[in-house]
Each structure stands twice: as structure tokens, then as C-alpha cells.
DNA sequence: CATGAATGAGACTTCATTCAT
DNA sequence: TATGAATGAAGTCTCATTCAT
């Protein structure tokens, strides 16, 4: 950081400690669009400002790259999430609708969407990746869609019920959204496309009817 | 195929009706494997049993090769269905339910799955695949879902309801096991895994319930 | 030919015999209109009516059948033109004129140009159909033009003359005429090309006017 | 370039200023050995002492390379031609004269005449190459000459006429130059071979005599 | 640290030629 | 004799990776 001394020299210094960061953002964008073959290492070194060359020099090659990216890309966004279950007082049905309304604000219609895609489009090719994903994401992301279940469950507000078998039947439609919007739908505008506020609602309606004890009676 | 000549099989001439099929086999296994992109044509021929040259004859490139294998995996099977509609007796909700299990039996659970599950994955890099792959299957999949909860309203049986909803409510359960399948759950076998037959039954219940008019009243 | 036995084997038999010179026509016509390397045997033999396989039964490789195509087409057509010249009564300047007409008529005007065009196109790969082409055509045509001259001069109508020289200049228009029509002018077909009979008067002119021995005077 | 760097040659700096030319060379001599069709760029890498990669980086295509060599070797000319017409102070005849010495001193009797032999002779294939060349060498070519016998005319020195028809007579002895030069001459050495100068000079003299607004009177 | 020129393996596709039938 | 399925060398072009500067 070295503070205040003349501008050129603080940027180089800067960008030094930057370039990382920039070629794993410029990364993520491409790979996002166009996924791993189809993405040039050229082209990732030109977005993040620096030549093929230097890219080289922090990664070893595209494929760590790949997996630098995806590391990076999704860490822990778990905290945050878990902190504001916990200080949720409502109803669990509502807490329900929220978490989901708020996924697809925070994750479903922004670019970590794509990171989604990409890891499963990918996972076959890159075993290393999927099982770091399950185990950074996939896992946790069950974890927390448990543990709000089993509020609902010690509530009294939920039936009992076969917890990972449930956790499955929220996370389906979210995957659904995330590869449609990903994959045909860009290649085919058509009329009949999904409003994904309102699928998401409806399969909330659907889910919760389906665990709610007494709907009512 | 090729009568009844019984005599011993003519090598030459019995080859040339049985490439096509040949290539078709190992080009599924491995665009399966390995998607569309990464699959080598050579290795196709090779799997086969003939030369590079030899997968040219019958096919004119690799994506039309690769259209030949979705005509031959899928795009077949929707005459048989609707044909199993058409001639179904029973109430809607149990043609709902038996047309997911045959889904999962003949599409799910098979390679063809994998077909999809690449075109999802590769769409935007190969547009012209997306766009035959919603014409050739997506399309019709959808018009065949669409007839039959028609069938459900028509009969008094199912509320009224957005049709194009209801039918991405069906897929997306389809899909999204699918997408699990391929992608992340055969690199991290797990206990938790989803057993897809409960799974599909599940969904169906949810959403035959939120379709039906009344069950009682 | 084995005369009037039943019909079926009566073609077989002159077909056998015909072989040779319907793939020699197909190939000449296809070697004109695209030239040696673009020309795929397998075109060739399906125009002529039989099989890949065939074409190289009578003809060893497509090398060969290239040079039999040249020895067939473009064999002696100089004794015709060679009584001609004997038998004509005018005066030379009218015979000039009159060979390069008729020169337009059975020669550039028809596919025979195309396989000039086709020689001067490919000679220097082919060096020996080059030598063969000189020898065959080159030679003797240069001779007849010579004798045609060396008339004129007999007859005090011309001045002497370096003839060599004298028979390019008659050559260079047809050779120019040739190579035009067969080459930049199909592509780019304009207001301001040639009319060939109307080029070949003017040059006739030019040339007699500077043959001639004295004009007026 | 880069600056004053007096230092001994910086080799790779050189050479990436250098590649452009060896490669244009090296290309020039094969296309005009082999022509368009058979020259493999790798040959041409090789001869430039690079790999086939590098040839891509300093030319897109093949296509391109060859068009770079014909801008290199030809259509570069036409700029000095026009400025040595502009300035000329002789008689049009002497210009004509001039131009076709030049002419043969500057195109015919080096390898850019190899060229036009070559664009001749593959045309009807590679119509864009044709069209090409069209562009940048036969109608710039036409207009030069054109402005050459229009001065002439208007310098009451030529007798009014039909000009594109002038222009072929000019342009004929030229093409049937290159194309004997390049096709069958090589092939067959003989003592009947032409002598480009005197067949110029002579081919000259005629025409003039013809377009002369009455030499005497 | 950074550059970018250079590499070369490898992708798809074509087609003359062979040979079992 | 005739076929046509099969071959495999060759061609153009791409791009991850290296390394001299």
C-alpha cells in the first residue's frame, strides 16, 4: 500500500496485489458465459488487463484456474444466512418464503447462479471441483434448509417428516431455475419463458402445504 | 433386420446396416461421458470399431452425429406416449403419476438422460443444438404434459389453472434429478443421496394436490 | 458386340466397351469446369454412371485419368485444318482471318479452351502433361500457322518475317481469350468485358496491316 | 522501432518486425512454385524458419496470407505507375512504350508475375481470391492504362476509340506473356522460345500504328 | 515481475485409393 | 467385372503453455 508516495509506483503496487483477484473476476465472467473449453486463457488475461504470460505466473495452468475460480467464488456465504434464521421470530412457513425469495435475490438472479451451472455443467470433468462444491455449498446449504425444517418440526408447526427428503424438494426448483435460465432459455426466447418470482412462490405454496400440520382443521 | 436371408451373415453388407448403429452407441456413451466438446470423433470411430473416416460416411459432422444420437435416445419416444395418453383409461392424477414413473424408467435412469444433461450444460456454446433440442424435445415434452393436465381440467378433475406453469412445476423435478445425477452425485457418493422413484412420487402427491379440484370437499 | 442376342446382355456388353469413354466425357467435363485438384474422382464415376471403385479399374490413378483425358480430347484435329489451308484459293489475309475465326468457332468458344485453360492452369505440376500438351498441340499448332505465313510470304503478300516471332503474336489473342473467359471473367462478370469475335477482327487487322507488304503505295 | 535502444539487436524484437516478411516471402515463392491449392502453409512456416502456429499469429488464413502477398508484390505498384504517368513529358506513344518496358522489367519478368499466373489459373475455385484481384490489380491496372491512351486522345496524338477494347489489346500480349512463361515454357526449353522484349516491342509497335491519329498524312 | 512471440499437439474434415465381397 | 465400405494421410486452423527478454 505503501500510502503516499507518487501515484505510478502505488499502482503497480496495488495492481501487483490485485492481479489475482482480477483475473479470478474476469475468470468467473467467462467461464460463467461461455464454461471451461470454450473459455480462452487469452481472453481472461485480456479482460483482467495483464498478457497470457502473466496469468501463468499465478496460476499454474487453466485447469487450477478453473478450480481457483470456484474456490474463490464460493465461500462461506453461509454465516450471514444462518445468522438471520436464527433471528427470525415469525413462522417457519414465512421464514420458508423468505429464505427462498431472498435466494433468488442474493444468489438465483445474480452471477452466482452461473457459478452454479458451471460447476454442475462441469462436475463430470472435474471431479476435484464437484466434491469441493458439495462440500462447501452443497452441504452446508442442506445443513441450513435442515435446520430451518427441524424449527419448523420442534415448533409444532410442521409434521414430522423425512428431513433430507424434504430438503431436496426446496433445493429442486431453485437447480431448475438456475440451469433453465442458463441453458435453453437464452438460446430460445419464447413466450411460454418462466416468471421465476411466481414459480417460486407457487412451489413454496406447494412445499408447505404438503409439511404444514393441519392445514386446517 | 435386412429379411430372411438366413445364410451366413454377409459381413461386408450386414456392417453397413449395423454402423450407424454402432457409432450412434459409443458416440451416446461418450458424449455422456465426457459432453459434447470434449468428445473426440475419433475416439467415437474408435469405440466402434472403424476408422475416423468411416463415422464421416454416415454422418456428415460431429454435430450432426450428435443430433442423429437425441433423435435415436429421445425424440423418438414421444409418439409411444402420446399414444399411452390417448389410450389411457383412468383418472388424470394416476396418468400423471404413471407418466412420471415410465419418465424415470425410460429417460430418467438411462443414458438418455445424459443427453440432456449435456444440452443443458452446452446449450449456449452450441446454439444450433439448443435450438434442435427445444424444437425436437423440449417442445413436444412439453405440448405432451400440457395435454394432459388439459385432460384433467376437461374432466373436471383438475382446477383450471396457467398451463405453462404447471407444466415447468412437473419438469422441474424431472430435471433437477437429472442435473443432480450427473453432476455432483457421482463424485461425492453419499448415504444422503435422494432415492428418485420416493423423490418423483413425493413431487407428484404435492403438485396432484395443489392441481385437484376438491378432492372432497 | 456379339450382334442381336436378348437385349439386358447385349447392353452389358457395349456398356463394358463404353466404359472407358463415358468416364473419360464425364471426366473432361469436370476437370474443365473445376480443374484437376477439385475435381473428386467419385464425382466423375458417378456421372459416367458406375462406381469409384470402377473408375480406378480402368484408369490407375486420378493422374492417369487426367492424362487420358487430354490424349483423347485434344488428339489430331490438325489434319482437317491442314487440308483446309491447302485447298483454300484466296489471298492470305484472308485465310488469317479466316483460321482465327474458325478457331473461335471449334476451339475457343467450346469446352476444347477449357482444356487448354486447364493445361497452361496445371502444367507445372504436371510436367509431363505439359510436354505432352506441347508436343500434341503446341507443335503442330505452331507448324500450321507457320505454313500459313510462310504462304503469304511465298505469295509476295507479306513481307518477310521472323516467324516465330509473327506466330506468337497470331497465338497471344487466343491464348489471352482463353484464359480470360475461363478465369477472372466468370467471376466477375462486368459492363466492360470482352466481345471475342469483335477482339479477335481487331487484332487480326493490327497484325495483317503489320505483315503486309506495303500496304498502299 | 522502439526507440534508440543502441544495444545489440534485440533478437526476439527483431524478429516479431521481421516474421511479416520472411513469411511473406517464403509464401510468394511457393504460391507461385505450386499455386494457391497445393502451397501448405506449413511448408511456408518452414521456410520462414517458424512453426505453423506462428504463421496464424501474422495471418488469419490462409486466404489472408495469399492476399497479403499479392498487396505486397502488386497492388503496391499502381500508386508509383500513376505518379510516373502524371509526370511524363514525351509523346503517348513513347509513354505506352515506357510502361510496357516497365511493365516487364517490374511485373513480368519477376515472381509478381508468378502471381497473376497463379490467381489466372485457380479463379474458378477460390472466387474470392478472384474477385480480390479483380479489385486491387485488374481494374486499378484497366484505369491506368485507360488514363494513358484517354491522354493520348486528348493530345490529338490517338485517334478516337472504343477504350476498354484498347485496353485488352494492350493488356492481351501481357497475360499471354506470363501465362507461356509460367506454364508451358518452363516445362519444355526450347530454341523457339519467345524473347519477351523484342515480343513486347513488336506487339507495341503494331498497336500504336493502329491507335496513331495518321503518323504522317 | 511481466511480456508476448513462439510452439506443437491435436481438433475436425476430405478424399484418393484399396479390397473383400 | 463391378461394387462401395473402409481406410488413413493430409490439410487448415486453435490454443494452452513455455521461455527469452
Known amino acids: 500500500m505503501s500510502a503516499a508516495s507518487t501515484s505510478p509506483p502505488v499502482r503497480r503496487a496495488r495492481r501487483k496485489e490485485a492481479r489475482p483477484g482480477e483475473l479470478l473476476e474476469a475468470a468467473l465472467e467467462l467461464f ?17 488487463g495483464v498478457s497470457k504470460g502473466t496469468l501463468f505466473l499465478y496460476f499454474p495452468s487453466k485447469e487450477e484456474l478453473f478450480k481457483a475460480v470456484v474456490r474463490e467464488t464460493i465461500a462461506g456465504r453461509f454465516t450471514e444466512w444462518n445468522d438471520e434464521i436464527q433471528s427470525f421470530e415469525g413462522d417457519t412457513a414465512s421464514l420458508v418464503r423468505d429464505l427462498m425469495h431472498s435466494w433468488w435475490e442474493r444468489v438465483g438472479q445474480t452471477q452466482a447462479a452461473g457459478i452454479t451451472k458451471l460447476v454442475m455443467s462441469e462436475a463430470s470433468l472435474f471431479p476435484e471441483i464437484a466434491s469441493f462444491y458439495q462440500h462447501e455449498v452443497i452441504t452446508p446449504g442442506h445443513q441450513l434448509i435442515r435446520r430451518v425444517l ?8 410442521f409434521r414430522p417428516m423425512d428431513l433430507d427428503h424434504a430438503v431436496y424438494s426446496l433445493i429442486a426448483p431453485m437447480i431448475f431455475l438456475i ?28 412445499l408447505l402445504e404438503g409439511m404444514q400440520l393441519r392445514p386446517a382443521a
Chains 1, 2, 3, 4 share one sequence.
Open 32 to 48: 460463467v458465459d461461455k464454461g471451461f473449453a470454450a473459455t480462452r486463457v487469452e481472453e481472461v488475461a485480456a479482460r483482467a
Open 179 to 206: 440451469m433453465w435460465k442458463h441453458s435453453l432459455a437464452p438460446c430460445c426466447p419464447r413466450d411460454e419463458s418462466i416468471d421465476p418470482l411466481r414459480f417460486i412462490d407457487s412451489q413454496a405454496s406447494l
Open 150 to 157: 427441524q424449527r419448523g418440526i420442534d415448533r409444532r408447526e
